[in-house]
């Protein structure tokens, strides 16, 4: 089945990736040194990828494809599904194809997988800390350049789900942009005056709800609210549209901030700061 996600072009991915690690266009680049030295053009290689860590699984097609790129006839099983969460130990993929192709591939499809997993595994943690089904977990635009899609992906496969893409999707109106226009209110209403259909605006203060409402805000982002605060702005909200608990959310505060009634709370950490996970790849000579 071929991977596909929007805005995001695999086979670009893999060859700029790739023709980063093989240096070519530099001196002496444009190959693999130490494989093509050591290793004969015929060898054969079977290969096992494994978690050494419980994690939650993703990105093993943008891996698969890595290979195959390479190798086009390599034999790849895929041994579990994206998303899931898996035990120390557990298999993830199986290969057999040409040496020299598994090694050069190796490194660009292990990092894929270690960070995209590590994200989907933090994400987890933090559906399960939130412990909340009313309320949806989100992430931010604190992505690697270049890596947003297949980052915003992760975040899915660990159960969470993607606040808006880009600059593109919806208006978000912060602090900046609300010292420009000289207030909360103008500055939604010049938005709604440009023909934005979703506009959310970000306040930080009780006062600032209403006169976002009555502008036309979409959504309010409830910015470094405390829990009892949070309460507040949501009977003051009272449902009129969604609301998004933003700023000091961490495992330990996630909890009692999604118990407060907002609809969303969105944390940066989520694809800024996620730890890779722990993955193997070992190979036997055929």
Request: hydrophobic share 45%; charged share 25%.
């Amino acid at each position: 089945m071929t991977f596909t996600l929007n805005g995001f072009d695999l086979e670009a991915f893999v060859r700029d990736t790739l023709a980063e690690d093989l240096g070519e266009g530099l001196p002496g680049g444009g190959k693999d040194v130490t494989s093509e030295s050591v290793i004969p053009a015929d060898a054969r290689f079977s290969g096992v990828m494994d978690s050494r860590d419980p994690i939650v699984v993703a990105g093993l097609p943008v891996a698969e494809a890595f290979f195959r790129a390479l190798d086009p006839g390599m034999t790849i099983e895929l041994l579990v599904e994206e998303g899931e969460s898996v035990a120390p130990g557990t298999d993830l993929m199986r290969l057999e194809g040409n040496a020299r192709a598994m090694l050069t591939a190796e490194r660009s499809a292990l990092n894929t997988v270690q960070h995209l997993s590590g994200i989907a595994t933090m994400v987890r943690e933090y559906v399960l800390a939130m412990d909340n089904p009313d309320c949806t977990l989100l992430d931010t635009r604190k992505t690697i350049p270049g890596l947003r899609p297949l980052e915003k992906y992760a975040v899915r496969m660990g159960g969470g789900s993607n606040h808006r893409m880009g600059l593109w999707d919806a208006a978000m109106i912060k602090d900046n942009h609300v010292l420009v226009a000289g207030s909360v209110g103008e500055a939604v209403r010049r938005a709604v005056d440009a023909g934005v259909k979703d506009i959310i605006c970000e306040v930080d203060r009780l006062d600032q709800i209403e006169p976002a409402l009555e502008a036309g805000a979409t959504r309010l982002l409830l910015d470094n609210m405390d829990p009892p605060t949070l309460r507040e702005a949501v009977a003051i909200v009272a449902a009129r549209v969604p609301t998004e608990a933003s700023g000091g959310i961490n495992l330990d505060t996630i909890e009692a901030k999604a118990a407060t009634g907002v609809d969303y709370v969105s944390v940066g950490r989520l694809t800024q700061s996620a730890p890779a996970a722990d993955i193997g790849l070992d190979f036997t000579p055929l």
